[in-house]
Each structure stands twice: as structure tokens, then as C-alpha cells.
């Protein structure tokens, strides 16, 4: 091999490895929080086939959208449906997954609804109808929620706060609920405990391999891309603060968040109403089918026990 090949070899490899470096640095990270990332709206949405029970009896409920203005003076969308009994029980914020929104909660909004209950489902920042592009992972939206309860109070006279949050909103309602005590309850389902734990899980998931030392860093690119502090994205953290009644739940078949997460979260919330439901054979996406009707009936009773 001439001089020549050899000087064109080594050119073509340090561009590669540059290109690399580049796309390391800049850009794979926002493929973890940037929502509205451009490749990242080619992902297949997030489908949570959870709303797929409950009851076919569905009923009209009153319903009011409404936009407010996050601490960071973002407009986010909310929807309240309210109780469809004379009295009102109490007002469950709903926090869908990643990559959905409001209206993952569909049908338990009709659940909630006839058993007494006003529900808002909440579009997370950058995510359906609110503004934003970055999630990030419970660090700003516990504080978007706070604000949600403070609007709420003056505006609709609402109080008895809870929070019904699956995957990604369960581990944000989890940071919230250790953040603002006004929630006073709060339904949890397939969380994760740490933000970086479950990224580096994700690698080994959907690459077949995982190496910490670089999940840990686009992690942290990300956290400095959209600005938040990656380190404050751990539910297990807020767990602690947590004396309100809570029921965790999580699928013993989940292979996104795995249930040990679940657990951990549980055994770090010192609150003497606690309760852990495992899901025998139900996988991430399906804990409400799995369940059916004898759990809905088990989230009744927490809830009337509030």
C-alpha cells in the first residue's frame, strides 16, 4: 500500500471519528429529552394500550380545556372533566408516559368521573398541546404542577389534591408529591427511580449493550442542553419526603422499566399508608388489561379511602 492510500485511509478515519465525537456531543443527546426533535417525531409514539379497559359504559362528562402559564412562562394544556355526581370526592391530576399525552388517561377519566371524582389531565411541557421542546423528567414538571394546584385552587375552587401518573408521569408525580404537600394521595404505575439508572437500562434494551461511564455523560449533555440538572431527575430522591398514602404499581413482566425500580421506590417512602401492587404477567403497557376489572376496583377503594 502507497504512501498515498495510506494518508487517505487515516483521513477517513479521523473524519469519522470527528463526525462521531460531534454527534456524541450535540446531537444524541437530544434525542433523550428533545421532544420535538425532528428525528425524534419519526420514533413511534409512545401507544400505552392501558386505556383499552375500564367500562364500555361510557357517560358524558363536563369538560373544560384550559391553558396556564408554567414557572418558566410556558403555556401548557390541561383538560378538567369533572365529577358526574352531585358531590366531589377529590381532584386526580393525570400525568401521562413519554411521547403521549392527555388523553392516554381517556377512559379513566370516564371511571373517575362516575365514581365521584374531577380529573385534569395535563399535557406534560412539550408534549400534545403545551409548549416546549424538552422533557425534563420530573425537574421542571413537579414545579409545573404546583403551579397547575395553585390555579386550580383560586380558579375552580378545587382542593383534595391527588396524582395518578404512569411511567414517565409516575416518576414525576412521585417528585411531586414529595415537593408540594397539598397532594394529599397519589396512584403511581411502572416508574423508574433514577433517571440515569433507567437511560443506561434503555441502552442495554435497544443496543444490546451498556456502559454507565457514557450513558452517565449524555445524560448530563442533555441535562445542559435543556437546561435542568440531570442529578435532581431521581423519584427515589422525592420518595423520601413522601407521607401521603400511595400505591405503587408495576408489571412483574415489564421489560422497559423493570420492576426492582418499582420496589425501590416503594421501600424508600416512609408513608404508613403504603401499598405495592404487583401485576402478575403484565408487561409496561398493559397493566390495566392484565389487571381488568379487579384492579380498578382495588384503585376505587384506595381512593375512597382518602
Known amino acids: 500500500m502507497n504512501k498515498q492510500k495510506v494518508k487517505l485511509i487515516r483521513r477517513i478515519v479521523l473524519f469519522v471519528i470527528t463526525i462521531g465525537i460531534l454527534l456524541v456531543h450535540f446531537f444524541v443527546p437530544r434525542l433523550i429529552s428533545e421532544i420535538r426533535n425532528p428525528v425524534v417525531s419519526l420514533i413511534k409514539r409512545n401507544r400505552n394500550v392501558n386505556h383499552q379497559i375500564v367500562s364500555n359504559?361510557?357517560?358524558?362528562?363536563?369538560?373544560?380545556?384550559?391553558?396556564?402559564?408554567?414557572?418558566?412562562?410556558?403555556?401548557?394544556?390541561?383538560?378538567?372533566?369533572?365529577?358526574?355526581?352531585?358531590?366531589?370526592?377529590?381532584?386526580?391530576?393525570?400525568?401521562?408516559?413519554?411521547?403521549?399525552?392527555?388523553?392516554?388517561?381517556?377512559?379513566?377519566?370516564?371511571?373517575?368521573?362516575?365514581?365521584?371524582?374531577?380529573?385534569?389531565?395535563?399535557?406534560?411541557?412539550?408534549?400534545?398541546?403545551?409548549?416546549?421542546?424538552?422533557?425534563?423528567?420530573?425537574?421542571?414538571?413537579?414545579?409545573?404542577?404546583?403551579?397547575?394546584?395553585?390555579?386550580?385552587?383560586?380558579?375552580?375552587?378545587?382542593?383534595?389534591?391527588?396524582?395518578?401518573?404512569?411511567?414517565?408521569?409516575?416518576?414525576?408525580?412521585?417528585?411531586?408529591?414529595?415537593?408540594?404537600?397539598?397532594?394529599?394521595?397519589?396512584?403511581?404505575?411502572?416508574?423508574?427511580?433514577?433517571?440515569?439508572?433507567?437511560?443506561?437500562?434503555?441502552?442495554?434494551?435497544?443496543?444490546?449493550f451498556s456502559y454507565s461511564p457514557f450513558s452517565n455523560y449524555l445524560v448530563n449533555r442533555t441535562g445542559e442542553i435543556a437546561e435542568f440538572d440531570s442529578n435532581d431527575a431521581k423519584p427515589i430522591k422525592y420518595c423520601k419526603s413522601i407521607n401521603q398514602p400511595i400505591l405503587l404499581v408495576h408489571g412483574n413482566q415489564d421489560k422497559r422499566i423493570n420492576i426492582k425500580y418499582g420496589r425501590a421506590n416503594f421501600s424508600a417512602i416512609p408513608s404508613k399508608r403504603k401499598e405495592f401492587i404487583e401485576i402478575d404477567s403484565a408487561n409496561h403497557s398493559n397493566v390495566w388489561k392484565v389487571g381488568g376489572e379487579t384492579y380498578f376496583n382495588r384503585i376505587l377503594k384506595f381512593l375512597n379511602d382518602q
Open 57 to 208: 359504559n361510557s357517560h358524558k362528562i363536563k369538560q373544560k380545556d384550559f391553558f396556564f402559564s408554567s414557572f418558566d412562562n410556558l403555556k401548557l394544556s390541561a383538560q378538567i372533566s369533572y365529577s358526574s355526581l352531585g358531590s366531589v370526592k377529590g381532584t386526580i391530576i393525570l400525568l401521562h408516559g413519554i411521547r403521549s399525552d392527555k388523553h392516554q388517561f381517556k377512559n379513566a377519566i370516564q371511571f373517575l368521573s362516575k365514581n365521584g371524582y374531577n380529573s385534569v389531565g395535563l399535557d406534560s411541557r412539550a408534549h400534545g398541546k403545551s409548549e416546549g421542546n424538552f422533557c425534563t423528567f420530573g425537574v421542571n414538571e413537579k414545579r409545573d404542577i404546583k403551579i397547575l394546584i395553585d390555579y386550580l385552587s383560586e380558579k375552580e375552587n378545587f382542593n383534595h389534591f391527588g396524582v395518578w401518573g404512569q411511567s414517565l408521569g409516575g416518576g414525576i408525580g412521585l417528585q411531586a408529591m414529595g415537593y408540594d404537600k397539598r397532594i394529599e394521595f397519589g396512584i403511581i404505575e411502572s416508574t423508574f427511580s433514577d433517571f440515569k439508572t433507567i437511560v443506561n437500562d434503555y441502552f442495554d434494551l435497544h443496543a444490546g
